[in-house]
């Protein structure tokens, strides 16, 4: 009788978690886990390397961010792919040597952005604001920029940036 009491006890205890599996998938995919896709990490979003200013066209300051830099080809070309910023408060600059007219591909990016393109003088030029992620959807300015700022979805609207909106960075 003494094994028959052990097997029942374990036979209850695998049922027990076999059906716990589900509740558990369950919450660790609402708390943000990415079950489906593992190539999208959960780690922080971002480094801070610099705290960047949103100013009126009169100077007047809107709001800040702090901003990772990607002033390298390298830094460039992996941006935000596998990474969601985690609020208002987190974002990505890209700077670049030269003006150009720029194009952003979301492919490998899990989160919905704000992108805006700021010229030499940092003046907003081009803003595609709720861009689709880990699409092919390309986003270009649609004149030469010499900066590119990634923020949340919805960033612009909660804030007021509009074209015009200058931005100013000092690194840390």
Known sequence: ?????????????????????????????????????????????????????????????????????????????KGLKGRRLSGDEEGMLFVYPDSAVRTFIMTDTPGALDILFADEAGRIITIHEHTRPMSDTTYASLEPAMFVVEVP?????????????????RRH
């Open 1 to 77: 009788m003494p094994g028959m009491v052990e097997h029942r006890f374990f036979k209850r205890q695998l049922l027990i978690y076999l059906c716990m599996i589900p509740a558990l998938c369950s919450l660790a995919c609402t708390a943000g886990c990415t079950i489906l896709n593992p190539a999208v990490s959960t780690r922080s979003a971002i480094r801070w390397d610099a705290e960047l200013t949103w100013l009126t066209q009169d100077n007047i300051p809107i709001a800040g961010t702090r901003v990772e830099i990607a002033d390298t080809r390298e830094e460039r070309l």
């Open 153 to 169: 979805a919805g960033f612009c609207h909660r804030h007021g940036i509009r074209l015009g909106t200058k931005i100013s960075y």
